[in-house]
């Protein structure tokens, strides 16, 4: 998955190691205790022969990740349920850490209800917190509306699935939603890509009032802890932690509300409003003119926020 841990010592400590690899191994420090001294009577014996051995390396304690067939079974199960709706609709709510001024993160919020309908239909509302935006995709087009501002961008001529429509969203736009590999035509191949480590964490009934399971999984360059729901097979929660971050921040989706095969309609993945707004390109914003920089490099004398320190 593209997008998010701390979960105790312990599975922080199997996520750590199976970024890591295998340690070096330590040779032993050689003894310092003193030797005991000759009589001055006694006869000088001759000196040995210094031995030519190589001092003795212990093999490294290191922890080799496992991938366990029930963690992988759970992932398939519920990539399994999605890619057989035709049509399905969710909540999704993300948080996501920010460093302060202060040092300790703080949490931002966006909320997310998706409509979709397989294989080329697509709507997202994002109503905030921050600038609301909406997104259509109807197999033919694809539109950005900021309802605030009144304008939209659009591309023509779509790819004709979600997978492509996505792909050309983010490639050609920078947007990208941190659920999309819920919504594309294969959810297995999108969340298992390069498992390195797999497991079965252990039952929960608290996440969304209902039964899930709770798998943790890595591949290089993230460590997810993923809430399946033991009935329904459904995502309820994921979180996240990047093994790149130097601040390790935290990441967190949690989904609500869902509904399988859902009855949709076409005028659901557009919008005339979106259409007769103020128009602008579809494109990646614009970089910051020479000279702008970021209120917190400016003239604050606050002291920038560090990477917390690694707990023994």
Known sequence: MKSW????????????????????????TPSNAPASTPSADAPKAAAPKAAKTKAA???????????????MDLLKATSDRLAAAK????????????????????????????????????????PGDGPASEYYYDGKIAMAYAPAENLVAIADNAPPSIDGALEAAYKNAAIFFPFEDLLVADPYAALTKGTMLAFYIGPSAVIGGVKTDMV?????????????????????????????????????????????DPAVTDDMFTSAKAQSAGRMKFAAPAAAPKGVKPLTMGSSKATPAKAPAKSN
């Open 57 to 71: 390396k212990k093999p490294a304690n290191v922890y080799k990740p496992v991938i366990e067939q029930k963690a």
């Open 87 to 126: 049509s399905m609709s969710f909540t999704a709510v993300v948080g996501y850490e920010y460093p302060s001024k202060l040092g300790p993160p703080i949490v931002y919020s966006t909320r997310y209800d998706v409509t979709m309908q397989r294989p080329n239909k697509l709507r997202i509302l994002i």
């Open 216 to 260: 943790a999984w890595a591949n290089n360059d993230v460590f997810l802890q993923i809430w399946i729901g033991a009935d329904d097979k459904l995502p309820r929660r994921v979180r996240a932690m990047y093994r790149t971050d130097p601040l390790a921040l935290r990441h967190e989706v949690t989904f609500s509300d869902w509904k399988i």
């Open 5 to 28: 841990l701390r979960i105790g010592p312990a599975l922080m400590l199997l996520g750590v190691c199976g970024w890591a690899g295998i340690a070096d191994a330590q040779a032993p």
